[in-house]
């Protein structure tokens, strides 16, 4: 490793020694990492993916600070909090408390939003509790009274949603031609449960045999809406061979059965399944404004606080401007003003206080280009960027100096042009006293860098060293680095499945005519409005555009839905694992669901009646769309995790599993024994330990310490019982091969073309050093995504594929953006279609096609500022985006 000399701590004490010194840093996958960073600066840490370098900050560095922090805590008050655990570190010196703001990629609740990730919504209810405009002989109202996530503030009706879900006959039953036994009521379940709703229904004295439209409209609606829930004994028709006794069963609507699967279920397939049948519409009671009558009758500024919410924040700091101005609030109020509701307290000095901290905040979110977000807008909506720069906001208000922040790929889903101010807000918190430990793969951040931490020089077992520790200059000296050639420009050596040699650029190439359109026309969503734009076909196209411009909505939403439309599979995400919402293994042989693409078995997908030209189908947001009938399948990748649950691993995800046990189940042993491959799966009983469950470890609660978690006892962390690990397939287990590296199995499974296919992509998207039982939690949202590309590449494709991404450069190393872009092209080499939403100027300098959006962000974006070829994008004078992606392009 290069480093700056480290030596013993400076005369007078560590609090004068200017360096956090680490020591014997083994976490995860780090080699007894010794290393020194300067306190006060701007330090990066870089590396491939899978190096070590989120390990070094978050896993020893932030954990170690949090640790030292809760020992100051009262031990009864730990328990109140989460709490990460001591790291696997020997000693940290010189370490301040620390601030962590980390890519969050789970999926936040509905509930989130703008206002509660930012604590506007609490100043904003204050404001209206403390300063509305009341009616006349209202009773003020408590500041909770104007939340929608309150039981006083929530509508009654939608409880604070602002829609309800809603049954109707005709969802109920699709196709009234058919008998109640026919399955008229397409949305009761089916197997034994079915047929027990339909034997009560005739118990009752109902004809199941006649069709639903001669039923009599009392005993309809009874059936499908009653709350009724009758007992009746049903005599089952006796079948040859079977003795089915009566029994007492239970009626149930059909009403009543969706919405209680809906909201009790815990099985996401049951829930997506009855969801088929229910209504979304505003909420009646409050117009989809979410609250009460009496919250909303209050107003400030002559706004209900929705209607506020509602508004992009720079717009709403307008409407307080005025207020936030008063220097004096017992002073008359000008007559430019907009004067006052009886009862109101607009200029009191709470309503001054007030408004001037709210415009306060919004002015640092204004700063970082958030100022296009509305308070209301729903976190699930936002990309994991404009949550980390939300937080990274309020941090900048509290006013902390002497603080370590620990952030996780800030540049994140950001455009270059956001980019540069949050590079300022970083300086600015640098400039007052703090260090800031920045985990990051954007060139142009580690340049502006005053420290560099390169960590690797491979992942997994191939990284986990420190091999540069200094000024960002000195990394030109490092030969084994990934980051220098990226950083400096200058070539090496091309990596090669688990080599540690250095990634060299990949080299410029010709962009691809298209060989058709997809064309889209009066598309309105969101911020689109009214817009036409064509997506080629047969090359790669990259859409690109600043933060909030429309481009997740065009490409995910509008254009995904629209194929799906034309294939006939709805809406919906095509994903591995989609429909079962999370992938586990359940130990049956068909445990991998091939969600991947949409379309007919054949690969073909139905024609439009009209040649491939439709009116926009319902729902997609265009009035029209030309040229479907050239894609055959869809295919959408995005970020989202693979499972959430560490029994959902690669092994299982990508179905290899399925071929590893029924290889073990072929064996000789495992044949005289009778063992089945669901023997070879840790979720069924009869193979798994059950002192674990098959978790492989055992919870170990301390009472005033962080809980913790220790080897089974039983399995040593095996996951299965004794006998199932008697059976072994050329001298390993079924443990040894899920602790197989995706390396090592390879060449393990060379002669088993099913599992070693597998492997082969996943090796060939750089995922070479994951281990095949590594649990889905511990996967980077880049490498869940290559997982799932890599779970595509391996099937057998047919027919013209329409692949569709979501920035899936985010949380990759320029070396593994090249992997995965060579992936890409060689999808569109075979004759498919690719095309992804990008912020990274390399790819899109390497795309076929760009299709640039905006040129700002919300309602002043949402249109085509240009499109062709890179070349000409970066000429045009109104796009943002030019001027860097002309950077990127040959002189």
């Known amino acids: 490793m290069t480093s700056a000399p480290s030596g013993p701590p400076v005369p007078g004490g560590e609090a004068a020694d200017p360096f956090v010194r680490i020591r014997g840093a083994r976490e995860h996958n780090l080699r007894d990492v010794d290393t020194d960073i300067p306190r006060d600066a701007l330090t990066v840490f870089t590396g491939v993916s899978g190096s070590g370098k ?5 896993g020893t560095l932030y954990a170690e600070a949090q640790r030292r922090y809760f020992e100051s805590v009262a031990p009864y008050a ?62 003020p109202l408590d500041s909770d009274a104007f939340s929608p996530n309150t039981v006083t503030g929530a509508c009654p009706e939608c409880h604070g949603l602002g829609r309800v879900h809603r049954v109707t006959e005709s969802s109920l039953v699709p196709d009234p031609a058919l008998s109640i036994r026919d399955h008229a009521i397409a949305a009761w379940p089916g197997a034994w449960q079915g047929k027990n709703l339909r034997d009560v229904v005739q118990a009752l004295g109902h004809d199941i045999d006649r069709p639903w439209r001669e039923l009599p409209q009392e005993e309809r609606d009874f059936i499908l809406f009653s709350d009724e829930q009758p007992v009746v004994t049903v005599d089952p028709v006796r079948e040859a061979g079977r003795v089915q006794r009566p029994y007492q069963g239970k009626f149930m609507s059909a009403e009543r059965y969706v919405m209680r699967a809906f909201s009790e279920s815990k099985s996401a397939a049951t829930r997506r399944r009855v969801a088929r049948y229910l209504q979304s519409a505003v909420c009646p009671l409050c117009g989809g404004r979410r609250l009460r009558p009496e919250a909303l009758a209050v107003t400030f500024a002559g706004h209900d606080i929705a209607t506020l919410t509602g508004m992009p924040l720079e717009a709403l700091a307008d409407v307080l401007r005025h207020t936030a101005r008063i220097t004096d609030p017992s002073a008359t109020v000008p007559s430019s003003a907009t004067v006052p509701s009886s009862g109101s307290g607009e200029t009191t000095e709470a309503a001054v206080a007030l408004s001037r901290d709210l415009r306060a905040r919004i002015g640092v979110l ?26 990274l906001a309020t941090q900048l208000r509290s006013g902390l100096f002497g603080v370590v922040y620990v952030l996780d790929e800030p540049s994140a889903g950001l455009h270059p042009a956001d980019t540069e101010p949050l590079l300022d807000v970083l300086e600015k918190l640098r400039a007052e006293g703090n260090s800031l430990f920045v985990v990051e793969h954007d060139m142009d951040v580690v340049r502006r860098a005053d420290w560099v931490v390169d960590v690797g020089p491979g992942a997994g077992r191939y990284g986990g060293r420190v091999l540069y520790s200094g000024p960002v200059p000195g990394l030109a000296e490092v030969a084994e680095s990934a980051t220098r050639p990226y950083l400096f420009g200058d070539g090496g050596e091309t990596a090669s499945g688990g080599s540690t040699a250095p990634t060299a650029p990949a080299a410029p190439r010709d962009p691809r005519a298209p060989a058709g359109l997809l064309r889209l026309r009066g598309v309105t969503r969101h911020n689109l409005r009214d817009l036409d734009v064509d997506v080629p076909l047969g090359v790669l196209t990259a859409v690109t555009g600043v933060s909030g411009s429309g481009k997740s909505t065009l490409v995910g939403q509008v254009l995904a839905d629209a194929v799906a439309a034309h294939l006939g599979t709805g809406s919906r995400n095509s994903e591995p694992g989609a429909e079962q919402g999370e992938f586990e293994d359940d130990g049956t042989d068909d445990d991998t669901n091939d969600g991947t693409a949409t379309g007919t078995d054949d690969g073909t997908a139905a024609e439009a009646d009209d040649g491939g030209t439709v009116g926009g189908p319902p729902g997609t947001g265009a009035r029209a769309v030309e040229g479907l009938e050239a894609v055959d399948r869809l295919v959408r990748v ?41 023997r070879f799966s840790f979720n069924v009983a009869s193979g798994r330990c059950e002192t674990c469950q098959g978790e492989g470890f055992v919870a170990v609660e301390l009472l005033f310490l962080p809980g913790t978690y220790a080897p089974c006892p039983t399995c040593h962390g095996a996951r299965y019982n004794t006998e199932t690990l008697q059976i072994t397939y ?26 070693a296919r597998g492997l082969r992509t996943l090796r060939d998207v750089g995922l ?48 593994d953006t090249d992997l995965l872009m060579r992936q890409l092209h060689g999808l569109v080499d075979a004759g498919n279609t690719v095309v992804l ?26 249109r085509v500022v240009a499109s062709g070829p890179p070349a000409r994008v970066a000429r045009a004078p109104e796009s943002r985006t030019a001027p860097y992606l002309a950077r990127r392009l040959p002189s």
């Open 638 to 678: 995005d970020q989202r995790p693979i499972g959430r649950t560490p029994r959902s691993n690669l092994a299982t995800y990508t179905g290899l599993f399925d071929t590893v046990r029924s290889v073990f189940a072929a064996t000789d042993e495992a044949r005289r024994r009778g063992y089945p491959p669901g």
């Open 768 to 815: 070479g050093y994951l281990h095949l039982g590594q649990p889905a939690t511990e996967l980077s949202g880049g490498e869940a995504q290559r997982i799932k590309l890599a779970t595509e590449l391996q099937r057998l494709r047919r027919g013209h594929t329409l692949y569709l991404l979501d920035e899936p450069t985010t949380g990759l190393h320029p070396a």
């Open 54 to 58: 989120s390990s070094l900050a978050f």
């Open 837 to 862: 939403v990008e912020h990274d100027m390399g790819v899109v300098a390497g795309a076929d096609w760009v299709l640039d959006l905006g040129p700002g962000a919300g309602d002043a974006g949402g």
């Open 730 to 755: 050329r001298d390993r287990t079924v443990a040894d091969v899920l602790d197989m590296s995706v390396d090592e199995a390879e060449a393990f499974f060379a002669d088993v073309p099913a599992v």
């Open 78 to 139: 730990r328990r109140l909090i989460h709490q990460v655990g001591a790291p696997k570190v020997r000693e940290i010196t010189g370490l301040p408390p620390a601030v962590a703001l980390q890519q969050r990629r789970g999926a936040p609740g509905s509930r989130s939003s703008v206002g509660t990730v930012t604590t506007l919504s609490n100043l904003l209810r204050m404001l209206f509790s403390r300063a509305g405009s009341y009616p006349e002989g209202a009773e």
């Open 366 to 391: 204004a700063g970082l280009g958030l100022g296009y977000l509305s308070m209301d807008r729903t976190a699930p909506t936002l990309s994991p960027g404009e949550l980390q720069r939300l937080r």
